[in-house]
């Protein structure tokens, strides 16, 4: 059978991958590890073929004539919040004879699987797992097994089924890394090029309600599973990795023993990953820099400690400062992301924010819009408060203006906010000064180029 792994084409540099969707703050874009892992699954049984339009840049007419030359039976793509209705009149233009079957994974899918059959009515199923053989079922037509981990269009919407069927000690076949144009791929952190995305873990055990992530179960990969797919990778010449881990390090033990791992097989690989304060003691910090590690993101999420603890993460101001001075001792990089806007928020909290980021003294920092994204408690608190429309399908927490209007805060003011914090942790004169000392390779520099330009252009145009 020919299968087509898809990323649409789109406006805007969407990224959609991981049931979590938004678009890029600069020029970077990463592979899709939900297409990386499909890749795997299916390629032993099936012709596959991946257009990434994102990461390729294709307009729409160019990815239609993309699919309609390879004609594939079956595809299988991406959408999200953050791109549905771009993504919908993108396949309802589709050419007859592009596709027989039409398959769609994403965080929309995930969440609203009836929504999306009502509204794209060629859709043939969803997909809901991609890290377990249910692809395999699906695209066969198997509806014996239908209802774990897919759902074609006839299942019955008051019908029980499974989302996540996946084992709590997960394997996946090896990605083919072959389908994909890993040159197009670019991250802002990474100190090598190409980099390469990998999970250690799927899902997470943490619950903020600000996150969809706290719907999806938490699974620890397989440790020989997880080995080979490094030594995959060091075949290929790849010295750059992005562990895609909503929380690397959420099983102490395991982390411990795959950054062991690394040490001893001398990978060698530089990578980064995203993480939490409570992970990273000493001695964990200790092992991640001697197994290549050299930037940690971390979510503050906000300056108010109250507003963290009322979504599920009570963390104190002083362990964020604690543990970001430790990181830099141990000569890692940090980056620290922030949500704007939460409700909770005041505007004299807000105006902290700056001031906060910059004593946190991280290198990096991100400061996204809060977003009453699908599957999460604050959506629900969101609707039940009339704070937004909830028949606003396109959703973006990154560089969109603000859905939620609280009594407390409206849209403009966190807006402004946001622009106010870019400005004030990213143009300053020492901050530039030494980022320019630091930078090493010409990959660097041309990263750093890129993204100072597009930072530029997206305050001016806010």
């Not at 997880?226 to 390090?249: A, C, H, M, P």
Request: proline residues 6%; glycine residues 4%; hydrophobic residues 40%.
């Amino acid at each position: 059978m020919r299968i087509l792994l898809l990323n649409p084409p789109g406006s805007r540099r969407y990224l959609r991958d991981y049931y979590c969707s938004h678009v890029s703050k600069g020029r970077y874009v990463w592979q899709p590890i939900d297409l990386l892992i499909l890749s795997g699954h299916l390629a032993e049984n099936h012709d596959v073929i991946v257009i990434d339009a994102i990461a390729e840049n294709l307009s729409v007419q160019k990815t239609y004539r993309a699919i309609t030359l390879w004609q594939p039976e079956v595809i299988i793509f991406l959408t999200g919040s953050v791109s549905w209705l771009e993504d919908l009149a993108f396949f309802h233009q589709l050419p007859e004879a592009a596709a027989r079957k039409l398959f769609a994974i994403g965080d929309l899918p995930l969440f609203e699987p009836q929504l999306l059959f009502e509204q794209c009515l060629i859709l043939d199923g969803i997909l809901f797992d991609f890290i377990s053989a249910a692809v395999l079922h699906m695209v066969q037509g198997d509806k014996e097994q239908e209802g774990k981990g897919y759902i074609y269009r006839d299942y019955p919407p008051d019908r029980e089924y499974i989302r996540f069927p996946s084992p709590s000690d997960y394997t996946v076949p090896l990605p083919q890394y072959g389908l994909f144009r890993i040159q197009n791929y670019h991250l802002v952190h990474v100190h090598h090029h190409p980099f390469m995305s990998v999970l250690t873990d799927f899902g997470c055990p943490f619950r903020c309600s600000f996150c969809p992530y706290e719907n999806i179960p938490f699974l620890i990969r397989n440790y020989d599973n997880l080995f080979s797919e490094f030594q995959q990778i060091q075949s290929r010449g790849i010295k750059e990795i992005w562990f895609k881990d909503q929380s690397f390090g959420a099983q102490r033990s395991f982390t411990l023993k795959v950054l062991q791992g690394l040490i001893e097989h001398k990978f060698n690989f530089s990578w980064s990953c995203e993480t939490r304060v409570e992970f990273l003691d000493r001695h964990m910090m200790s092992l991640m820099k001697q197994a290549g590690c050299h930037t940690v993101m971390i979510g503050v999420e906000t300056a108010d400690q109250q507003i963290r603890a009322r979504y599920q993460k009570p963390v104190p101001d002083q362990l964020y400062q604690d543990v970001i001075t430790r990181a830099h001792q141990a000569g890692l990089k940090t980056l620290v992301h922030f949500i704007i806007g939460l409700p909770g928020e005041t505007r004299e909290s807000l105006q902290k924010l700056p001031d906060f980021a910059l004593g946190l003294k991280s290198d990096f920092a991100t400061f996204n819009i809060a977003t009453p994204q699908y599957g999460t408690t604050l959506r629900k608190e969101a609707i039940r408060h009339h704070w937004f429309d909830d028949s606003v399908r396109n959703i973006d927490s990154s560089c969109s203006f603000p859905l939620l209007s609280l009594p407390e805060i409206d849209p403009s003011f966190v807006w402004n906010i946001r622009n106010k914090a870019l400005r004030h942790f990213y143009f300053r004169p020492v901050y530039i000064l030494r980022h320019i000392f630091r930078t090493r390779t010409v990959y660097q520099w041309r990263n750093l180029i890129r993204e100072a330009f597009s930072l530029l252009r997206d305050l001016l145009q806010a």
